[in-house]
Each structure stands twice: as structure tokens, then as C-alpha cells.
């Protein structure tokens, strides 16, 4: 391959906006096939079109990370159309901040099924391709959130650091089967913070990125980066944020 990225299937959970949107757009114009997934199918149709237009080669599924079936037929669309999965980029992300105090169990479980659980169904819908294959990539979007713990980001940030766990697991399991990169985004200029249901801590982190958050561009190099190296390297843990974030 030429840039280590043409000709790859790459499916992208996540992918209507934000980082997913901005990571399918970079590998669609480096020559890779690009699978797409998430809830809003306008949104993933109108991409796809763009991509196609711009001589990509892309294909969408309304699907929803928290039903398993879903992502199973997001990884068998990329089968069905291209042949093959090279990569998984399991992206989709959910944040609902509050004091643990207060008790918002129904934005924990939002946050366990999206991030968590929706990252295992991606895995789970993978690997049997890449151990057949005997190669593929697992990329998991996780977030500096799971590094620096700070108070209405518990249970957040222990979602975000069960997917480093569970990726430093899959990389020792491998044996050079798949590979297995994780990325931490800190502030990046997406809709993301717009989705906090608490209206005072999104209004702050709003402001807070506002001032200092970095494009989603960024992101998707980083994941272009690790895509794009040799099959016998493996790009492990990458964490981007602003240069002025604590």
C-alpha cells in the first residue's frame, strides 16, 4: 500500500460528526474504504455522498453502539462491500457528567452502554475477522478524562479507563494477530460537550473549550498516523490535548 492507508476498510463508529466524522474524511482521502456508523442516517448519508464525490470509496449504516446486532452488521456492511475489515475504530462516545453525589444513575448506565459496552460489541464483532485474517487494528477513543480524575468525571473517566484496560489486554493477547492503539483526546472542538444534560457543567466545559480546544483535524491524524505504520508496529497509547490543558 502505498501510504499504509489505501485500500484498508476502515469502519468508524461515531462516524455522523466530531472525531469520527473528521477521521473518516482524512483516511477517505488517503485512499482508504470507509464504513460508516451512527444514529443519524442524514447526517451519514450526506458524508458518504461528499466522500464519494470527492472519488472516496464509503458506504453507511444507521446503527446504534448499544444494540450488539448493530455493530455486528456495520462490520458485516464492510464485508459484504469490500471483502474484508482492516480496522475498527470504536469511537461513539457519550459524556454525562455530574457529582457522584447526586446519583444520575441512568447517565451512568448511558455512559456504561455507549462507551463500554459499545466498545466490546465492536470488539467483539472484529476479532473473529482479524483472527481469520490473521491481521486488523483495533483504535479505541478514549479521553485524557481517564488520567487526570477530577470530581463530576468519576464515572466517565472509569469508562474511558476500563477501554485502556481492556486494550492493553487485547495487545498482549494478540501475538502480533491485530493491533491495538488507543487514543485520549483532551479539549477538541466538537459537538461532544453540547450533550451534557447537566446545563451548568456543560455551559463550563462549553466556555472551556471555547477558549482552548483543538480541531478534530488533530485527532484523525493521530489516528491516520497509526494506521499508516508498517504491519509489524504497533502505535500504542497516544494522548492529544491543548497545549494549555491541565
Same mark, same amino acid.
Given at each position: 500500500m502505498i501510504n499504509g492507508i489505501e485500500n484498508k476498510v476502515v469502519a468508524i463508529t461515531g462516524a455522523s460528526s466530531g472525531i469520527g466524522e473528521s477521521?473518516?474524511?482524512?483516511?477517505a482521502a488517503k485512499g482508504a474504504k470507509v464504513v460508516l456508523g451512527a444514529r443519524r442516517a442524514d447526517a451519514l448519508a450526506s458524508l458518504t455522498e461528499r466522500f464519494q464525490k470527492a472519488g472516496g470509496q464509503a458506504v453507511y449504516l444507521q446503527m446504534d453502539v448499544?444494540?450488539?446486532?448493530?455493530?455486528?452488521?456495520?462490520?458485516q456492511l464492510a464485508l459484504n462491500e469490500f471483502g474484508r475489515l482492516d480496522v475498527i475504530i470504536n469511537n461513539a462516545g457519550i459524556s454525562q457528567l455530574q457529582l457522584l453525589e447526586d446519583t444520575d444513575v441512568?447517565?451512568?448506565?448511558?455512559?456504561?452502554?455507549?462507551?463500554?459496552?459499545?466498545?466490546?460489541?465492536?470488539?467483539a464483532a472484529a476479532l473473529p475477522i482479524f483472527k481469520m485474517q490473521g491481521s486488523g487494528h483495533i483504535i479505541n477513543i478514549m479521553s485524557t478524562a481517564g488520567?487526570?480524575?477530577?470530581?463530576?468525571?468519576?464515572?466517565?473517566a472509569a469508562t474511558k479507563n476500563a477501554v485502556r484496560t481492556i486494550s492493553e489486554a487485547l495487545?498482549?493477547?494478540?501475538?502480533?494477530?491485530?493491533?491495538?492503539?488507543?487514543?485520549?483526546?483532551g479539549f477538541v472542538d466538537t459537538p461532544f460537550v453540547g450533550n451534557i444534560k447537566n446545563e451548568?457543567?456543560?455551559?463550563?466545559?462549553?466556555q472551556r473549550a471555547s477558549e482552548?480546544?483543538?480541531? @478534530?483535524? $488533530? #485527532? %484523525?491524524? !493521530?489516528? @491516520?498516523? $497509526? #494506521? %499508516?505504520? !508498517?504491519?509489524?508496529?504497533? #502505535?500504542?497509547?497516544?494522548?492529544i490535548r491543548p497545549t494549555v490543558q491541565d
Open positions: 477521521t473518516a474524511e482524512l483516511l448499544t444494540k450488539r446486532t448493530d455493530v455486528a452488521s456495520l462490520i441512568e447517565g451512568w448506565e448511558q455512559m456504561i452502554d455507549v462507551n463500554l459496552k459499545g466498545t466490546l460489541y465492536g470488539i488520567i487526570s480524575i477530577v470530581p463530576t468525571m468519576g464515572v466517565y495487545r498482549q493477547e494478540s501475538k502480533g494477530r491485530w493491533r491495538v492503539t488507543g487514543i485520549s483526546p451548568s457543567i456543560r455551559d463550563v466545559l462549553t482552548i480546544a483543538i480541531p @478534530a483535524t $488533530a #485527532i %484523525a491524524e !493521530a489516528v @491516520a498516523y $497509526a #494506521i %499508516a505504520q !508498517a504491519d509489524q508496529v504497533d #502505535i500504542g497509547d497516544i494522548v
